[in-house]
């Protein structure tokens, strides 16, 4: 069973380019958490989303940052017009269900941004 | 409030000896308390978890102390060896209708000497 996959691990992108971070949840998971760790920091939350649903987005900065899970297909957060403040680990978890007091989240290995 | 305070930023154990890393948290509601553990490149991965109907918890060489009413929770690593050289994020969720999303701690490095 193979686990949270994230493409591609690391992305160079240029002032003003868009990033595009996929995460693919482990098989039969059906809830995604996505995290932002700063260098030398703790992991901060960004989102929360079900299959076509975006459940609690208030970790998200309110300009530039989107994220969707479509029905078919990877999570994916997309970053437009990148700044170097962006630069970072962004992370994604996956559960199997919400329900239970101790789901837990399984990781990915990231995707560093690196913003030139 | 929803910040969990992580000490100490970094921590030098020799091998063998006994690491105890602490973490304060401010909002009540919390009712899941994990530990993750994570390695340079990587991401983490839970270590072990409380939640805060017991004052401690163990598995293996890692346990959890739990004080309600300090509302602090402590990670102890017995006998530590090399390979326990990471970091480590206490993390604390709330359940409710909007899911289980986390508050992680600052970090802390830890580094078990030979």
């Known amino acids: 069973n193979a686990g949270v996959m994230q493409n591609p691990r690391h992305l160079v992108r240029r002032r003003g380019q868009e990033a595009r971070l996929r995460c693919s949840p482990m098989?039969?998971?059906?809830?995604v958490y996505w995290y932002r760790q700063l260098p030398e920091e703790g992991l901060k939350f960004m989102v929360y989303?079900?299959?076509?649903?975006?459940?609690?987005e208030s970790g998200m900065p309110k300009e530039r940052f989107s994220a969707e899970f479509p029905k078919e297909g990877p999570s994916i957060l997309r970053i437009q017009q990148v700044v170097r403040g962006d630069s970072a680990a962004y992370f994604c978890?996956?559960?199997?269900?919400?329900?239970?007091?101790?789901?837990?989240?399984?990781f990915g290995p990231g995707t560093r941004l690196t913003v030139l | 409030q929803q910040q969990v305070k992580q000490s100490p930023q970094s921590l030098i154990v020799q091998k063998g000896g006994i690491s105890i890393i602490n973490c304060a948290y401010e909002?009540?509601?919390?009712?899941?308390f994990p530990w993750y553990q994570q390695f340079p490149g990587k991401g983490p991965a839970l270590l072990i978890a409380i939640r805060p109907d017991v004052s401690e918890k163990k598995e293996g060489r890692f346990t959890i102390s739990f004080n309600k009413s300090a509302k602090q929770f402590s990670l102890h690593i017995m006998d530590s060896q090399p390979g326990d050289s990471a970091t480590y994020f206490c993390a604390a969720s709330r359940h409710n209708n909007a899911g289980n999303m986390l508050t992680f701690g600052g970090g802390t490095r830890l580094m078990v000497k030979p």
């Open positions: 909002n009540t509601a919390f009712d899941y």
């Open positions: 978890a996956s559960s199997p269900r919400w329900g239970g007091l101790t789901d837990t989240q399984y």
């Open positions: 098989k039969g998971h059906s809830h």
């Open positions: 989303l079900q299959k076509e649903n975006i459940i609690d």
